[in-house]
């Protein structure tokens, strides 16, 4: 199904898929693939108290985009043996169990490239999955994975950035679907104090070009971030947040933390808004 954001400002949230925290319940038996069922149980409580979509990280040894929290969640993933052809496992269960959630595979370029792009393409569709986000891929050398992601129904999705040029963000609104991702900040990913300036100019530049939703992601974290986001755009990206809630629970804790976290956003906005 097509990305939806049912509410506004409609909420991405991010998971390393395969994080279970500090304090894992299970060590991942022999021979078998990794234990995704904490990450599994996370994303449904997510979903269940609001997020529009899921996207689903995929654990990368070398997350050049990422600040500090997302890094040691891949560290732990990675640890537990996760791979990429888990998380797409992990994609397809989501799917069946919450038929209507957007659901996104969050990746850098090399796992998918070692998996090889038209094999992902065809796991990727078959899953379930929606869209695609490559966090260094630019749309610049994007050609073959723009025709992929058409020849299977799947939605790419670019980041777009303050220092982009306006022609760099015409091709990103071109060639997007499902939602365009504008980053609120130039740097890694984590929290910061309030939303800079450079991500209401750069969704009113991306605006020139699309009517597509914009979602701007990269440090935001609390309530008042995510009403801010709600005076020009169209949905907030969740990540490091979460990601840090999650690290600071134990596996039983996380779905319920999680889930409170996302509903006091809710909250939050809908008083602002009476």
Do not use: C
């Amino acid at each position: 199904m097509a990305i939806q954001f049912q509410q506004h400002p409609g909420l991405v949230v991010y998971l390393t898929a395969g994080d279970a925290g500090l304090q894992p319940k299970t060590s991942k038996p022999q021979g078998t693939g990794a234990d995704l069922s904490a990450t599994r149980e996370i994303a449904l409580a997510a979903i269940d108290a609001g997020a529009d979509v899921i996207e689903l990280g995929v654990p990368f040894s070398d997350p050049l985009a990422d600040g500090p929290v997302i890094q040691r969640a891949s560290e732990r993933a990675l640890a537990r043996g996760t791979r990429l052809i888990d998380v797409l496992a992990l994609a397809a269960d989501l799917r069946k169990a919450r038929p209507g959630a957007g659901l996104v595979i969050f990746s850098y370029l090399n796992p998918i490239l070692s998996y090889g792009l038209a094999r992902f393409a065809d796991a990727a569709a078959a899953a379930g999955v929606d869209g695609v986000l490559l966090t260094d891929m630019i749309v610049e050398e994007a050609a073959e994975y723009i025709a992929e992601m058409k020849r299977v129904n799947l939605s790419p999705i670019f980041l777009a950035a303050p220092t982009s040029p306006d022609e760099r963000l015409q091709a990103i609104a071109s060639h997007s679907r499902g939602f365009i991702y504008a980053i609120s900040r130039t740097g890694i990913t984590g929290r910061q104090q309030n939303i800079a300036s450079d991500a209401a100019q750069l969704v009113g530049r991306i605006r020139r070009w699309t009517k597509l939703p914009i979602a701007v992601g990269f440090g935001i974290s609390n309530a008042d971030h995510v009403a801010q986001v709600a005076d020009f755009a169209d949905a907030a990206v969740i990540g490091s947040a979460i990601v840090e809630l999650i690290e600071q629970s134990t596996e039983e804790q996380a779905p319920g933390a999680v889930a409170r976290f996302i509903k006091g956003l809710r909250q939050f906005h809908a008083v602002q808004a009476l």
